[in-house]
């Protein structure tokens, strides 16, 4: 583990206490309701908060109850919810500014190649008044990672987007995730965001980590809050097979059989990650006869839990390796005589992989 720590701090009536064991690469979520702790422990891992306990980032020492480390000496990177660019500098020497700050021989990124990352070609010689909201969250991620930091620290840094520009942001943060090499946290309390980015996540309650692991494990655990929520979904890691020109469809594999989404066409092999709503997902015991089903895959009941809808199930379904959640009503439940180990078929509707 690159990044461990273990943090206590009290803030009126607020308590804080968390154990923290991060991956080496990847992004983890720091998920949870608002008030739970996500900025608090994310400040506590800049040392922007006083807590006690211990830190180690790639075995340096951060803070251990005899030495913290102050910020400023701190590799890492902080993007916060809104952009604090220099308004009165250019984009391009805004982000020379945290560029100049590193040694040369220090260095592991190179300035045109982050700027191209981020798609940010185009806007060097422009003041950050002249851009979007979306367009200064990307120049303020490149700044920070211009200053090459062993630690990708972002507190939402969507929260005070509108949809059109999350939707411009988000493929950016999705080509950063395959990019960098260095461990990320990401505060957030949008679910459909997280299913999109994490690959970990730590769940927060009430200043106590309630459970931490990969995502999709957490995700479809129904003895947590996440699986319950409205918007409710699993994750599906799938590659890419081929690309149907006629149909204008993309051929994914994911273990258990072969699905098709309406996507550009991608290169064979790659990796798509799939986030599927509960809700989206209908079980039938025999193979869809309708024409119109065109995502089908064989699946097995895992467990059958409550859900907080009156009237309705939550179904976990084991596809092949993989698990889908399907909230179901309880009288489909009930007609079909669901039990765990049953033998099923997982319909995804339509909306579901667009
Ligand atoms: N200086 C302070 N004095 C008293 N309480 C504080 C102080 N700072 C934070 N808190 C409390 O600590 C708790 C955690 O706050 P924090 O901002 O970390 O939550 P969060 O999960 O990030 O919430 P949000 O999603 O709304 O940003 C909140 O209940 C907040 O009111």
């Given at each position: 583990m690159s990044v461990a720590g273990s943090f206590r701090l009290t803030r009126g009536s607020f308590v804080l206490e968390a154990e923290l064991k991060l991956p080496e690469r990847g992004v983890t979520a720091l998920f949870?309701?608002?008030?739970?702790g996500k900025t608090t422990l994310l400040r506590c891992l800049a040392g922007l908060e006083r807590s006690e306990g211990w830190l180690t980032v790639n075995g340096q020492r951060w803070q251990a109850p005899d030495h913290v480390l102050p910020v400023h000496r701190r590799p890492l990177g902080y993007v916060f919810q809104e952009a604090s660019l220099f308004?009165?500098?250019r984009v391009r020497d805004n982000l020379r500014y945290g560029y100049r700050r590193v040694e040369p021989s220090r260095r592991r990124v190179d300035f045109d190649e982050t700027v191209k990352l981020l798609g940010l070609e185009a806007l060097l010689?422009?003041?950050?008044?002249?851009?979007?909201g979306g367009q200064r969250q990307r120049v303020a991620i490149a700044r920070a990672l211009l200053a090459s930091p062993r630690l990708l620290l972002m507190d939402e840094p969507m929260a005070s987007l509108d949809a059109t520009s999350k939707a411009e942001i988000l493929p950016y943060l999705e080509r950063l995730h395959a990019y960098l090499e260095i461990p990320v946290v990401y505060v957030s309390h949008a679910l459909d965001e997280v299913t999109r980015l994490a690959d970990h996540m730590v769940l927060l309650e009430a200043g106590q980590v309630l459970a931490a692991g990969p995502l999709h494990e957490l995700l479809v655990r129904?003895?947590?809050p996440l699986s319950h929520a409205d918007n409710a979904a699993a994750v599906l890691e799938t590659r890419v097979e081929g690309y149907d020109a006629d149909r204008q469809l993309v051929a994914l594999t994911c273990g258990a059989g072969r699905l098709w989404v309406s996507r550009e066409a991608a290169s064979p092999g790659k990796r798509l990650r799939l986030s599927i709503r509960a809700s989206d997902v209908v079980i039938s015991l025999?193979?869809?006869?309708?024409?119109?089903?065109?995502n089908c895959l064989p699946a097995q009941v895992a467990e059958i839990s409550d859900d907080p809808h009156p009237g309705h199930l939550l179904v976990r379904l084991a596809v092949a390796e993989q698990m889908l959640l399907s909230r179901i009503p309880r009288e489909a439940s009930q007609r079909l005589a669901l039990h765990p180990g049953q033998q099923v078929y997982a319909q995804l509707r339509g909306k579901a992989l667009s």
């Open positions: 949870g309701r608002s008030g739970s308004p009165h500098l010689e422009r003041h950050p008044q002249a851009l979007s129904s003895d947590l025999t193979p869809p006869q309708d024409a119109s089903v065109l």
